[in-house]
């Protein structure tokens, strides 16, 4: 698993550590372990020219003291570029002794020098250390003139972190290096895994310095090799209402396919049994497509219910689907809630008339969660304001529903109701992923793992990763409909059990 800590406890454990140390000792350990990365790069890569950005204090410090090591470690065409009042001293010193020329650059100039903008418009490679974890967000002057003089057939190495980008991972910012590397030094931190910052960290390379941490982390990722533990695998003596049953509210006349693609991707999943409640139509194309479903209530486990019901004045074009809900709503049965069923939840919960008492997952996408927000706060949020703010968004509407709360994006959040455990977040589907239907096979593998005994967070972390991996898995490189998606469970949940 993957663990991003919190900046302040970052900084608290890196001084630990550095007291018990040589001066210098904890850079040149960051500085070897960043040399050794971009080295790779470079000559994986069959790079010419490598420019080398420092900027003022230890993430300046390790980019010189990096190139240096890389200048005197090959036949590498290596410049460095100081965009800062004060270099580190250290770093500076090391730099020249390598017999590398540091052209330095006032960072408050808005116009790079002639001979800055040709080495930068020729590089190659490009190494980021203008600013770590205690700049701001956001570039100006030469720093920002530098970020937009690279050009986009360069691979760009960030330093700990994209110069300009939230070390904290809370915004996304306007003016800041894109990367497509980040060696991260010593420990995660939020600024790689919140979907606000991930856009512009690329790739995550994380390089051992030395520091232990003790704190808890902020955010967490699961990664395959966290699957199997966690997974629900069947034992010898299981029939299929121990593996799990789950019932599915889904589909209508206007979207009968919701139904089928939550019901085959809850099966691909490995449930015990689903039972489907919904239109006739619908309930054909189920049956047609998965003979293994069974209509009609009965004995469940947990219930999924929304995907592919529109809501209009609190009404669906299904009567029997509101009460349903209701039901499922009034139940002890853990949820899966998700499109029109949203909306409900929201307004019953403001009007007081109806709460969530189950182990419950919402699974909103932004335009649903704010939606959601509106109705329960009161106040207008908008789609854009969730995107800008996803894990601050998600929070909220976990505490005001007491729900886990599963935010679908390019990165998906995963928001508990109590503020002290980590929030999680997944990013492994391809773009590719966005299309229709995709939610509604997300929704059937998160209520099949519920019905089998995972708590929320777990079944929509869990369900996160498998249906993105899926989605990789279904056509790599290419793109995929939702049918291939729930197809592609079962195949990508073996692999990963190592079957």
């Given at each position: 698993?993957?663990?991003?800590?919190?900046?302040?406890?970052?900084?608290?454990?890196?001084?630990?550590?550095?007291?018990?140390?040589?001066?210098?000792?904890?850079?040149?350990?960051?500085?070897?372990?960043?040399?050794?990365?971009?080295?790779?790069?470079?000559?994986?890569?069959?790079?010419?020219?490598?420019?080398?950005?420092?900027?003022?204090?230890?993430?300046?410090?390790?980019?010189?003291?990096?190139?240096?090591?890389?200048?005197?470690?090959?036949?590498?065409?290596?410049?460095?570029?100081?965009?800062?009042?004060?270099?580190?001293?250290?770093?500076l010193e090391a730099a020249r002794a390598a017999g590398l020329t540091v052209h330095d650059v006032a960072p408050d100039t808005a116009e790079l020098p002639t001979t800055v903008q040709q080495l930068l418009s020729t590089a190659d490679l490009v190494v980021d250390g203008l600013l770590g974890i205690g700049g701001r967000p956001g570039l100006r002057g030469?720093?920002?003139?530098?970020?937009?003089?690279?050009?986009?057939?360069?691979?760009?190495?960030?330093?700990?972190?994209?110069?300009?980008?939230?070390?904290?991972?809370?915004?996304?910012?306007?003016?800041?290096?894109?990367?497509?590397?980040?060696?991260?030094?010593?420990?995660?931190?939020?600024?790689?895994?919140?979907?606000?910052?991930?856009?512009?960290?690329?790739?995550?390379?994380?390089?051992?310095?030395?520091?232990?941490?003790?704190?808890?982390?902020?955010?967490?990722?699961?990664?395959?090799?966290?699957?199997?533990?966690?997974?629900?695998?069947?034992?010898?003596?299981?029939?299929?209402?121990?593996?799990?049953?789950?019932?599915?509210?889904?589909?209508?006349?206007?979207?009968?396919?919701?139904?089928?693609?939550?019901?085959?991707?809850?099966?691909?999943?490995?449930?015990?049994?689903?039972?489907?409640?919904?239109?006739?139509?619908?309930?054909d194309l189920v049956l047609a497509a998965c003979p293994e479903v069974v209509p009609g209530e009965g004995r469940i486990q947990a219930m999924v219910m929304g995907p592919g019901v529109p809501l209009r004045d609190g009404e669906t074009s299904d009567r029997r689907q509101v009460q349903w809900f209701r039901q499922a709503l009034a139940s002890d049965t853990?949820?899966?809630?998700?499109?029109?069923?949203?909306?409900?939840?929201?307004?019953?919960?403001?009007?007081?008339?109806?709460?969530?008492?189950?182990?419950?997952?919402?699974?909103?996408?932004?335009?649903?969660?704010?939606?959601?927000?509106?109705?329960?706060?009161?106040?207008?949020?908008?789609?854009?304001?969730?995107?800008?703010?996803?894990?601050?968004?998600?929070?909220?509407?976990?505490?005001?529903?007491?729900?886990?709360?599963?935010?679908?994006?390019?990165?998906?959040?995963?928001?508990?109701?109590?503020?002290?455990?980590?929030?999680?977040?997944?990013?492994?589907?391809?773009?590719?992923?966005?299309?229709?239907?995709?939610?509604?096979?997300?929704?059937?593998?998160?209520?099949?793992?519920?019905?089998?005994?995972?708590?929320?967070?777990?079944?929509?972390?869990?369900?996160?990763?498998?249906?993105?991996?899926?989605?990789?898995?279904?056509?790599?490189?290419?793109?995929?409909?939702?049918?291939?998606?729930?197809?592609?469970?079962?195949?990508?949940?073996?692999?990963?059990?190592?079957?």
């Amino acid at each position: 698993m993957l663990r991003a800590y919190a900046v302040p406890d970052v900084r608290a454990a890196e001084d630990a550590v550095r007291a018990g140390l040589a001066d210098g000792e904890l850079m040149r350990r960051a500085a070897h372990g960043l040399a050794e990365v971009v080295a790779a790069r470079h000559d994986a890569r069959g790079s010419g020219r490598l420019v080398v950005l420092a900027g003022p204090g230890d993430n300046g410090g390790d980019a010189l003291h990096a190139a240096a090591l890389l200048a005197g470690g090959g036949d590498r065409d290596v410049h460095v570029v100081g965009i800062a009042g004060q270099l580190h001293a250290g770093g500076l010193e090391a730099a020249r002794a390598a017999g590398l020329t540091v052209h330095d650059v006032a960072p408050d100039t808005a116009e790079l020098p002639t001979t800055v903008q040709q080495l930068l418009s020729t590089a190659d490679l490009v190494v980021d250390g203008l600013l770590g974890i205690g700049g701001r967000p956001g570039l100006r002057g030469a720093m920002r003139a530098a970020a937009e003089a690279v050009p986009g057939t360069a691979y760009v190495v960030a330093v700990d972190l994209p110069s300009g980008a939230d070390p904290d991972g809370g915004a996304a910012a306007e003016h800041c290096v894109v990367a497509d590397e980040t060696v991260a030094l010593g420990m995660l931190k939020p600024v790689h895994l919140l979907p606000p910052t991930a856009a512009v960290v690329g790739a995550v390379t994380l390089v051992d310095i030395g520091v232990t941490m003790r704190a808890t982390p902020v955010v967490e990722r699961l990664e395959a090799a966290d699957v199997a533990e966690r997974w629900p695998v069947p034992g010898a003596g299981d029939d299929k209402y121990r593996r799990g049953v789950l019932g599915v509210i889904a589909g209508s006349a206007e979207y009968p396919g919701a139904a089928v693609l939550c019901t085959t991707a809850a099966l691909e999943t490995g449930v015990g049994m689903v039972r489907y409640l919904g239109p006739g139509r619908a309930e054909d194309l189920v049956l047609a497509a998965c003979p293994e479903v069974v209509p009609g209530e009965g004995r469940i486990q947990a219930m999924v219910m929304g995907p592919g019901v529109p809501l209009r004045d609190g009404e669906t074009s299904d009567r029997r689907q509101v009460q349903w809900f209701r039901q499922a709503l009034a139940s002890d049965t853990p949820l899966v809630v998700d499109a029109g069923a949203l909306q409900l939840l929201a307004h019953w919960q403001r009007t007081g008339h109806l709460r969530c008492e189950a182990p419950t997952l919402l699974t909103p996408h932004a335009g649903e969660l704010a939606t959601m927000l509106t109705e329960l706060g009161g106040r207008p949020v908008d789609r854009e304001q969730v995107e800008a703010e996803p894990v601050r968004h998600a929070r909220r509407a976990a505490r005001a529903t007491g729900a886990s709360v599963l935010l679908k994006g390019a990165t998906t959040v995963v928001a508990d109701p109590d503020p002290g455990v980590p929030v999680r977040t997944q990013a492994d589907a391809p773009p590719w992923l966005a299309t229709a239907g995709a939610g509604d096979v997300l929704a059937g593998i998160c209520g099949a793992l519920l019905a089998a005994g995972l708590p929320p967070r777990e079944a929509g972390s869990v369900g996160a990763l498998v249906h993105g991996l899926a989605a990789a898995h279904a056509n790599p490189g290419g793109p995929v409909r939702a049918t291939s998606v729930a197809g592609a469970v079962a195949p990508v949940v073996a692999r990963l059990l190592g079957g």
